[in-house]
């Protein structure tokens, strides 16, 4: 074959080798276009967070019964003293209940006492009280504090029989001076109160005696 015969085919050669270059240049750069797109998504939808610590098993557990600082407990859960009750058969609140012949506090040092019952005959004269039996209770009172006590509320009644009936008092008789004015630091009184009591019910009486209409009694019986 001769030179001029040679030369078409090697020309041919050299454009297929061309084009074949072409072709892999290009897919070459879908090939990293492609790469760097799934790279980069990849990092998009995947970001990387904190790294999220454990709990501490060594830290005490919160109470729900604790109560912050500054922040009052909860009403409900505050222990709640019970208020007493008045006695069915006094209609009061009993302090204490002592015989006749001991000392019984009232309540703030200030003591009482029965010094004696004495029976008699009382001559009503006041609206509703009727003459007839009756007994005479002095009580007396011990002012155990250091500062004067009033006495000008201190009540004093008497009840009787096995029921315990109220006895009702005779104010206007003379034998009866009940408590009044202030009683010094350390001092003593003594006053009378009369009441209606039947004969035969005269051996068993109870009297009450409190400092004030809405103090707690104590009953001697």
Request: with cysteine.
């Amino acid at each position: 074959m001769t030179a001029g015969a040679q030369h078409p085919f090697r020309r041919r050669a050299v454009i297929v080798i061309m084009c074949v270059g072409v072709v892999i240049i290009i897919g070459g750069g879908f090939v990293w276009v492609g790469s760097q797109g799934l790279s980069g998504g990849a990092s998009t939808l995947h970001p990387a967070g904190p790294a999220q610590a454990a709990p501490d098993s060594s830290l005490p557990a919160p109470s729900s019964s604790s109560s912050l600082p500054g922040i009052p407990p909860d009403p409900d859960q505050a222990t709640v003293t019970p208020v007493p009750a008045p006695d069915p058969v006094f209609g009061e609140v009993v302090l204490d209940t002592v015989s006749l012949e001991a000392t019984a506090d009232l309540g703030g040092s200030v003591t009482a006492r029965i010094t004696d019952i004495v029976p008699g005959t009382a001559v009503g004269s006041g609206l509703g009280e009727v003459s007839g039996p009756s007994v005479r209770v002095s009580v007396e009172l011990t002012n155990g504090t250091s500062e004067p006590v009033t006495l000008d509320e201190v009540t004093v009644n008497a009840y009787f029989g096995q029921e315990t009936l109220p006895a009702s008092p005779i104010l206007a008789n003379t034998d009866s001076s009940g408590f009044s004015g202030a009683l010094a630091a350390g001092a003593r009184a003594l006053a009378s109160y009369s009441f209606s009591v039947p004969a035969d019910q005269q051996a068993s009486v109870t009297v009450t005696v409190s400092k004030s209409a809405g103090d707690s009694i104590v009953v001697f019986g």
